[in-house]
């Protein structure tokens, strides 16, 4: 018997040997991350703390306090680290090709399991994705785009304005509504007018009923995302042999409706491609061209059924799955990111403008120069002035740039693991090298954007900190170029030696560094000239035809989450005619 019992006593003493030297000893003096400070005391040991932030929705504003305390790089969990620099930081992870953390593939497949180019960890498979689509995504190409133009004109003289005409009483140019919600709308229709056609996209600006049941089944999901994207494993273990789900089941039920309704814009968009005499109706009828998904499903489905590049590096999804399954999983994931964060941003904007109406007067006065005035007045086959011209506008862009920073429509880390090295050097993040591969590590936006010695009083909405920036000057030739000849004397300068930049310039370009609405490098928002052409146009139109005021404005404060909405999920603003 004491032999047994001595044996026992050195198995468990070598036990807890080992737990200490793993969970004690190592993360605090032997690994490299032991040098970073912690942003919490139980930091080095276990990750239930940064957990529980997330689970109870305080993660970027906790994380702007760490970096404050602590500097640019602080240690989250055992093997985890956040990043708020751009050199040796955002650079090195964003523009150095590391990988996605599964935080991504583990919320946002769609059908069971179908991943699409955003969802995607690996990078040969994004990138061959991403080639299927780049060209239609392009500025130049959606600049261009006659059908982009025509979609654009017939939702704000069809739809947007005649919506907001109505609403006025003979007697009084006034009303007040949802800016929340007509955003909401008006942004999904423009994202599915461009991916799938007019005729075969939404119509949440006339169909209100369809809106609200989309809407409210799409984001009324958003406050149980924590269980599937942090801790996927007990999510699957709880359920598979406990039989609990640790998010109620219509969350599942709701990802359902949606994704059926996407696969109905998708068998149409099938059918409207089957349509006889296609060329010639496109002809008179630009609007209607299916541009993203007609692209994406040539490439992923070419005539001549020849190996692609893509084929080569499929993305995830269960075996035998249909072409039609794969396809409407992207769409799906487009629509539904593509018209949320805009409309976030353009809730936030029209807010700022209702709160500061000097700066709106000077937003008003600018968009008086476009070639083509924009009045309630117009009809539903009216003509906007071209797209270029309402990009060129310097003040305007300003505002959406500077929103863009305050009000981050995705404010939340985007993570990353750290890369194998050769001879398991590990990497340099920061002042801290010898960091080693598979670390989760991140930037945000909502920390790089109130970076005090880059932005003065970061928490002030002040569109003019943008003003003195000489993209601006471009912007105002461009939009001399759109009304008269070019001469010589509006030949691009040459630019100016950067070792005789000012201070002033430095200091832009730091701006210009640490703005990060849309991430950066190979998987930054694939749609990001689209989302800005858009808000652009929405913004032009609306505050050309009417002064806004705040109604309501009560729960503007975001969301403190990944994707961050009003916490009310609303927005009153009294409209009130010009003319």
Not at 10 to 32: D, E, G, M, R
Not at 35 to 50: E, N
Not at 144 to 157: A, F, P, Y
Not at 176 to 203: K, P, Q, R
């Amino acid at each position: 018997m004491p032999p047994l019992l001595s044996i026992s006593s050195l198995a468990l003493i070598s036990l807890l040997c080992t737990l200490i030297y793993k969970f004690l000893i190592h993360p605090v003096l032997i690994s490299p991350l032991g040098r970073i400070p912690a942003a919490h005391p139980t930091a080095p040991f276990s990750p239930l703390w940064i957990l529980w932030i997330r689970h109870q929705f305080r993660e970027n504003k906790t994380l702007e306090r760490a970096h404050a305390r602590h500097g640019p790089v602080v240690r989250l969990g055992p093997n985890e680290l956040s990043i708020n620099c751009v050199d040796g930081g955002l650079r090195t992870i964003y523009a150095g090709g590391y990988e996605k953390h599964e935080f991504y593939s583990n919320q946002f497949a769609n059908y069971n399991g179908v991943h699409t180019m955003f969802s995607t960890t690996g990078s040969v498979a994004h990138a061959a994705r991403k080639r299927m689509m780049t060209n239609v995504y392009s500025k130049s190409q959606i600049q261009s785009s006659r059908s982009m133009q025509r979609v654009s004109e017939h939702i704000v003289h069809g739809r947007l304005l005649p919506l907001l005409r109505n609403r006025a009483n003979e007697n009084d140019r006034s009303f007040e509504l949802d800016a929340f919600h007509l955003l909401n709308c008006a942004t999904m229709d423009f994202v599915t007018g461009y991916m799938f056609g007019l005729c075969n996209s939404s119509n949440f600006l006339q169909n209100d009923a369809t809106a609200r049941w989309w809407l409210e089944h799409y984001q009324s999901r958003k406050q149980h995302t924590f269980w599937p994207q942090e801790l996927p494993r007990l999510s699957d273990f709880a359920a598979r042999w406990f039989g609990l789900n640790l998010s109620p089941k219509w969350v599942a039920d709701a990802n359902a409706d949606l994704e059926r309704w996407t696969l109905g814009l998708v068998d149409s968009s099938e059918a409207y491609l089957e349509t006889s005499n296609l060329d010639e109706h496109e002809r008179n009828h630009p609007e209607d061209a299916p541009t993203v998904y007609r692209q994406l499903r040539t490439a992923m489905d070419p005539p001549e059924k020849a190996a692609t590049a893509a084929a080569a590096a499929p993305l995830a999804a269960p075996p035998d799955t249909p072409l039609l399954i794969q396809l409407a999983s992207e769409m799906h994931d487009q629509l539904s990111a593509g018209h949320e964060t805009s409309a976030i941003t353009l809730t936030y904007l029209l807010h700022e403008l209702a709160l500061h109406p000097a700066i709106q007067t000077q937003l008003h006065s600018e968009l008086l120069t476009l070639s083509y005035p924009i009045s309630h007045t117009n009809g539903p086959h009216a003509e906007l002035p071209p797209a270029r011209e309402i990009d060129a506008l310097p003040f305007l862009h300003a505002v959406l740039t500077e929103t863009l920073r305050l009000h981050a429509a995705i404010p939340g880390p985007q993570p990353r693991l750290t890369p194998s090295t050769p001879n398991s050097s590990g990497v340099t993040l920061g002042a801290y090298g010898d960091i080693p591969a598979g670390v989760r590590v991140s930037c945000n936006a909502h920390c790089l954007h109130r970076v005090s010695h880059v932005y003065p009083k970061p928490e002030t909405w002040d569109p003019t900190r943008w003003l003195s920036d000489t993209s601006f000057d471009q912007r105002k030739s461009a939009t001399r170029e759109t009304t008269q000849p070019r001469r010589e004397s509006d030949a691009t300068p040459t630019p100016q030696d950067p070792q005789q930049q000012s201070p002033q310039q430095d200091q832009l370009k730091a701006k210009q560094k640490h703005h990060w609405p849309f991430s950066s490098g190979s998987r930054m928002c694939i749609g990001s000239h689209l989302a800005t052409q858009n808000m652009k146009t929405l913004v032009a139109s609306i505050l050309s035809v009417y002064e806004i005021r705040v109604g309501d404005d009560a729960g503007m404060q975001q969301e403190d989450a990944y994707t961050a909405r009003p916490v009310e999920r609303r927005l009153v603003l009294r409209f009130e005619r010009r003319d």
